[in-house]
C-alpha cells in the first residue's frame, strides 16, 4: 500500500529565529522594517538564515495583519485580451513601480454579470483596487446578485 509523505512545512519567522539564534521578535522587526534597528551583526546573521532555509513570506499572514494585500486585477473581456497588452504592460510597470502585483480577470456574459463579478471581487478582499478593461453598468452598485 503506497504511503503518501506529507508536503513540506513552511519556514516560519521561529525556524530562521533558530538557525540565527535571535528571538522571533527580532526577525520579525527584522521583516517588518528592513532591518531597521536591528544591529548589523544580527542582520547578516538573520539574512544568511533566510538564504539558507528559502524563506518565502506569507502573503494571506501578512494581509490580515496589514489589510493590505498588494494586488490589483484588471478586468479584461473574454475573448479580447490580446487587444489590450499595451495597456497590461502600462499599467504593471506603473504597479509594479509602486509595489503592486497585478492579475488579470477576464469575465464574459452580460452586463449586469459583468457588473456582479466585479462587485464581488471589489468586496472580495482579495485586491486592492479594481481596473475595468471591460465595459460594465454604469452604476453597478444597483446590481443584486441572484443566488
Do not use: C, W
Not at 534597528?37 to 539574512?47: H, L, M, N, P, Y
Request: without cysteine; hydrophobic residues 40%.
Amino acid at each position: 500500500m503506497p504511503t503518501s509523505t506529507p508536503p513540506p512545512r513552511r519556514t516560519t519567522i521561529y525556524d530562521i529565529a533558530r538557525i540565527a539564534g535571535v528571538s522571533h521578535t527580532t526577525v520579525s522587526r527584522y521583516l517588518r522594517f528592513d532591518g531597521q534597528g536591528v544591529r548589523d551583526a544580527t542582520k547578516e546573521a538573520i539574512s544568511a538564515a533566510i538564504d539558507e532555509l528559502g524563506y518565502r513570506p506569507n502573503l494571506a499572514a501578512r494581509a490580515m495583519r496589514t489589510r493590505r494585500t498588494g494586488r490589483l486585477a484588471i478586468l479584461l473581456p473574454a475573448g479580447q485580451a490580446a487587444g489590450a497588452v499595451r495597456m497590461l504592460v502600462g499599467a504593471t510597470e506603473k504597479a509594479h513601480a509602486h509595489g503592486y502585483q497585478i492579475e488579470g480577470v477576464t469575465l464574459d456574459g452580460s452586463a449586469e454579470t459583468l457588473a456582479v463579478r466585479m462587485l464581488e471581487l471589489a468586496e472580495s478582499g482579495m485586491f486592492e483596487g479594481v481596473l475595468s478593461l471591460t465595459p460594465l453598468l454604469a452604476d453597478p452598485s444597483r446590481v443584486t446578485p441572484s443566488i
